[in-house]
């Protein structure tokens, strides 16, 4: 069955550093999504891209992260100059269409020193 | 703002014991309901779904109900395994929001042989 990968499973960072996490959605899938999970609270969406554009971004989604599909195959989110808070489990997600169920990866857990 | 409610964990049952794990949501007009599963490890699953009033979404020996009346769809299931130990997650898609889904803050529930 496909399945959306994520590379690294863990990071662990200073603050300050730049971090950058990696996803290969479905490869027929259209729309791809970013959420993050701090530990012990709820997952939170952060942004959703469709056609090499951001469509929705939440208020966590402010100036120092940034998406992008750089190949056609990757779907990156970076932090430019990851905080303390910033330490979460990111999922990755794809769907074919907007109407239908995300597919989630295993996750990217980040550890901010 | 849109927003899910479920029961805290953790939920202990013994094998074969009745499952229910309570969730309920606030948000406008008629939203799409959804349990994902986090098993140890892994990404988030589409457990079952259901899009409109008195649907009853059901997987594996998993049912809910959307319950528009009391704003709930809880999930249940009847005898759970030893292998149903995982996170379980309730969603809500707005209507208008894309795929842009809220999650409640997560249940994990452990079986015991």
């Known amino acids: 069955e496909p399945e959306v990968t994520q590379t690294p499973s863990h990071q662990v960072t200073q603050m300050g550093q730049e971090v950058i996490l990696r996803c290969v959605p479905i490869s027929n899938h259209l729309y791809f999504y970013w959420y993050r999970q701090i530990l012990g609270q709820k997952v939170e969406f952060l942004v959703s891209f469709y056609n ?3 469509s929705e971004k939440s208020e966590i989604f402010d100036d120092q992260f940034s998406v992008e599909r750089p190949d056609g195959s990757n779907f990156t989110l970076k932090i430019r100059s990851t905080k ?9 997600a794809s769907s074919p269409s907007g109407a239908n169920v995300l597919t989630f990866g295993a996750g990217s857990r980040l550890t901010v020193l | ?43 988030l699953q589409l457990l079952l779904k259901a899009t409109k009033a008195d649907d009853k979404g059901s997987n594996k020996g998993f049912e809910a109900t959307y319950r528009k009346e009391t704003t709930s769809f809880h999930l249940e299931k009847g005898s759970v395994q030893v292998s149903d130990s995982a996170v379980y997650f309730c969603a809500l ?5 894309g795929n842009m889904l809220t999650f409640g803050g997560g249940t994990r529930l452990m079986v015991k042989p």
């Open chain 1, 52 to 54: 090499n554009e951001i």
């Open chain 1, 84 to 92: 303390l808070e910033d330490s979460a489990m990111y999922f990755c």
């Open chain 2, 93 to 97: 898609s707005g209507r208008n929001a």
């Open chain 2, 1 to 43: 703002g849109d927003s899910v409610t479920q029961m805290e964990g953790p939920v202990t049952l013994s094998e074969e014991a009745f499952l229910t794990i309570n969730c309920t949501y606030t948000a406008t007009g008629y939203p799409s309901l959804f349990w994902y599963v986090q098993y140890p490890g892994e990404g």
